[in-house]
């Protein structure tokens, strides 16, 4: 089983940036796909980006391709997000998650943060 603290979220105004990080404890992140999901208030977990073990592909979904990037590093166990060009539209809770079956449904993912929020003033 594996932990999962996320932090780096905050108030960025519009065109800012903000790196998260996922921070795993209990059990390596190189058994697990990863992904990044996001939730506002009265509306479903959508899902951000996801990176698979290995490292080899990565799924952005359509809003935040070129604006955000996923990366991993196995030997501090850790997940990254980087968010570049932050739009007001970008607020929200932002979870980390981890599971053993890869995909862009958060019903694939078996382990959970408590979310970091961000909100992007215009």
């Known amino acids: 089983q594996v932990q999962l603290v996320e932090s780096g979220g905050g108030l960025v105004q519009a065109g800012g940036s903000l790196r998260l990080s996922c921070a795993a404890s209990?059990?390596?992140?190189?058994?697990?796909?990863m992904g990044w999901f996001r939730q506002t208030p009265g509306k479903e977990r959508e899902v951000v980006v996801t990176?698979?073990?290995?490292?080899?592909?990565?799924y952005y979904t359509d809003s935040v391709k070129g604006r955000f990037t996923i990366s991993r590093d196995n030997v501090k166990n850790t997940v990254y997000l980087q968010m570049n060009s932050l739009k007001p539209e970008d607020t929200a809770v932002y979870y980390c998650?981890?599971?053993?079956?890869?995909?862009?449904?958060?019903?694939?993912?078996?382990?959970w943060g408590q979310g970091t929020q961000v909100t992007v003033s215009s």
């Open positions: 209990g059990r390596s992140l190189s058994w697990y796909h």
């Open positions: 998650a981890a599971g053993s079956r890869y995909g862009m449904a958060s019903s694939l993912y078996d382990y």
């Open positions: 990176i698979p073990r290995s490292g080899s592909s990565t």
